[in-house]
């Protein structure tokens, strides 16, 4: 068996001994005998690292690696350059505990303070934490920021990742909250629909720019509409496209929260994977789970520690707005190192790409009898098509190429292909992937 | 002008300025048991407080205290200064007033300088 | 050292992305950025560097002994990291079709097999992404219970005045009342108090044991049966979970539902915050609140992802949970087996004992006779007469090269610190520890004065909290100004 117990059984005789006890048992009177197991738990007996590991890779070889993958809707393939993985693999950052004590964790102190800086530079809000679970569980989080006494209505859109929709439902539902979501039209939000169910008790109003469909909403004119109300207004955004698109700042956000997956995450089956949240300063003191500070030692010389703690449940308790503890460090360590890498160059050179694969690949996919762009509107690296004949039976025959076509959509999109593409979707595999559907679709 | 300033036994002062407004703030003994004060979460103008329940928090580094009101009445006023200069209680106390109320319909048992001075001696 | 951001120069960088194959589409003015982005421009071998020297201001079980009370910071086996990383798990898109995912159910139904054996549940789900999520998640199962059977009036959760941060935050998030239940002198659950607490209001009751004192609450059976009588079920809160493996289960102590800590317990690394991954078990009354999708196995031995489950809570987090956690997390289990996880929690057990046991002359120990995985120390008598804190005494270790135990917790005893070793420590690492304890100890009786200053070795000394607390400064601004 497998053991990572440095003493010997010899040893522990010894120490055993030297506290006035005969065997281990005796250390565990404490135990009524009621409620002992008093048998051998009905597990396998332990392995060698070599049969873990084979036993582990044969578990993993019934899962199918797709060489090309056109399907995002909440999680992205991107080129992931080789130095976020080495430095993220660094056994100090992967070992260490949450960095209260200061004086020996100031690299993972600095680290986060540079993630927080780049987030407030990626979304051009004034805060952010040092993350949350994820995008889905940042949204329900930003929404709880914003509840006041007399606000306790929140409007969602219909066009959300439906999981970030789910989630929040779940979080309101021991609350005393009211959760309406807004209807679409056209794949983007119905701005007429929503006017109508924002009023003076909302919290606020959540939008995911670019949406679940891929479609660019119109955020000006949907943030003047809470701004309108009083109410707060939160983009949902992906932190890819924020090299080229307009920050939640520019279009009047006042929290701004995402799913950091992109930078440098891998796919990972969901997860780990990353929740930013990032704010306007007046809402600095709502923002939940850790955040670091700059400040100095008593020699003047720049420290990092985790500040505003009396906010966290550690000290707030039962009054605490959020109960959340461990974050997602390293993944926020992996964001950060992933945009030192790419830089601003680099970020916006990604979103680029991105975007005019997708177009690309739009356009090609179009030239095809049967496939068309089911919304009209503009978007960034994913869009909404129609599918000629069954849709399990097309994306079909994309796995047996070894291609993992869009994701097909149900409820009231049943029959819709939801595509993306990013800076890692060559030429040529589109141009398979078309010429794979073109014989489908005869 | 002279006031009357009378002490709560969760240790806050309570001015009155006249029959029915009052001004609060915390003890120069509370604020010495509860260290370097960083933020004070402060109620909005036009709250109700009521006597004996929790209107306020302050906060230092590692915790984090309710305060609590002795009167019950209508927040009139909020001592805006303290949200971005906390450590004005810590070096005033009595200058650093947390709010005023008015309407003041109801109020705790209250105590005066002396016998609050007696009470912390006995409690310290 | 300099931030990233005052590093590098205009024009440096990584060439990462080949140009465009494909003609470029620029987006329309409307939704073009204009705000200007910054972001560092260094070439790799800086970047590279920045990170080796951050690193070297880090410390993490690799460095050194760890003895956080209630984290459980044992050694991080490489192994899972490697299979962890592998493609056939982290190159695999959530939403992929399920005939091309069974590996990863796969995992995920011989995990939940395991870890209900060990923890004595019927069921388990992966979502919640850490213990406190896990928490709110199992108190959603509670909420659910009741409400299903109409019971809408039991709206309080009782925790004991040692609990966890998180149980009572936890409990309201899922919109409960906290009722705070008091310990007794010696450092267990009030019976009496419980008994008085419990009622037609209560939903449940949350409890860590071995408690955060390091003791096994003797009237376990006593406890968990009062609350069922009063109608309540009871949360099990994982966190300790690593002094009982194999020898006691938290479902034969009468608990309903609990949640894991599996970057604790289950030996996957802390990242510096996280991810960690808690996952939540409950006994079959419980099973049909569980989080959407749960995992069945099909006649034909093929796992699926059942969505329409009904009476389910929903979803408490996008996707399947921190599922590269759980891959770990199921390799550690499989390497250790039946014999070795028993083998790791009575390993731990002794450790605790070793060190308490020869710190107790020196030290004040509040319960000094016996104890789980951990024990925990009180400074409150050094305090008074010396006036040297538990950080003062925490902060003399960083010098020493080790880390602090947990300070300050459980808030029950003054002055606390609270020493957990964790199994994979030697016995040469402990008698060390014990004699720096003891050296540090005699130093703070001789000279009190001089305990303030530590640590004097590290890379800063002690920072000034208090101002970073009063003027916030959480980012670096390119413009130069203040925040």
Known sequence: MGSYIPNTLQEQQEMLHSIGKEQIEDLFTLIPEKVRLNRELNLPSGLSEMEVSNRMRKIGKKNNVFKSIFRGAGAYRHYIPSIVKQITSKEEFVTSYTPYQAEISQGVLQSIYEFQTMICELTGMDVANASVYDGATAAAEAIVMCLERKRRKVVLTETLHPHTIEVINNYCSGLDIEVVVAPSNQGKTDQQQLEELLDDRTACLLIQQPNYYGQLEECDEIGALAKGCGAKYIISCNPISLGILKTPAEYGADIAIGEGQPLGIPLSFGGPYLGFMASKEKLMRKLPGRIVGETKDALGRKAFVLTLQAREQHIRREKASSNICSNQALCAMTAAVYLDAMGSKGLTQAAMLSMSKAHYLADQLCKINGFKMVYEGEYFNEFVTSCPGNVNKVLGELERHGILGGYPLTGKHEGHILWCATEVNTKEEIDTLVAILKEVAV | ?124 | MKLIFEKGMEGRGCTLLPPSDVPLIQLGEKHKRKQELHLPEVSETELSRHYTELMKRTFGVNDGFYPLGSCTMKYNPKINEEIAKMPEFADIHPLQPEHTIQGCLEVMVLAEKYLSEITGMDRFTFQPAAGAHGEYTGLQLIRAYHEAKGNVKRDKILVPDSAHGTNPASAVMAGFTVINVPSTKDGYVDVEELRKAAGDDTAGFMLTNPNTLGLFEENILEITEIIHQAGGLNYYDGANLNAIMGIARPGDMGFDVVHLNLHKTFSTPHGGGGPGSGPVGCKEILADYLPSPCIIENDDGNYHLEFNKEGSIGRVKAFYGNFLVVVRALTYILTLGKEGLKHASESAVLNANYMMHHLKDTYPIPFPDKCMHEFVISLEELKKEKGVTALDIAKAMLDHGIHPPTMYFPLIIPEALMVEPTETETKETLDEVIEIYKKIYKEAVDHPEAMRDYPRNTIIGRPDEVAAARKPVLRYRYDGASN
């Open chain 2, 1 to 124: 002008m002279k006031q009357e300033l009378l002490f709560s036994e969760s240790h806050e002062w309570v001015q009155f300025l006249d029959e029915t407004v009052v001004r609060i703030g915390l003890t120069d003994y509370a604020q010495s048991e509860l260290g370097d004060l960083v933020f004070v979460n402060l109620p909005e103008e036009g709250d109700e407080v009521t006597a004996g329940e929790p209107f306020a928090d302050v906060e230092s580094v590692k915790a984090v205290s309710d305060v609590y009101s002795p009167v019950t009445g209508i927040v009139s006023k909020v001592n805006e200064i303290l949200l971005d200069q906390p450590e004005l209680i810590n070096s005033d106390p009595m200058e650093a007033w947390l709010i005023e109320v008015e309407e003041v319909s109801e109020k705790e048992e209250l105590l005066t300088e002396d016998e609050y001075n007696d009470f912390i001696s006995r409690e310290g």
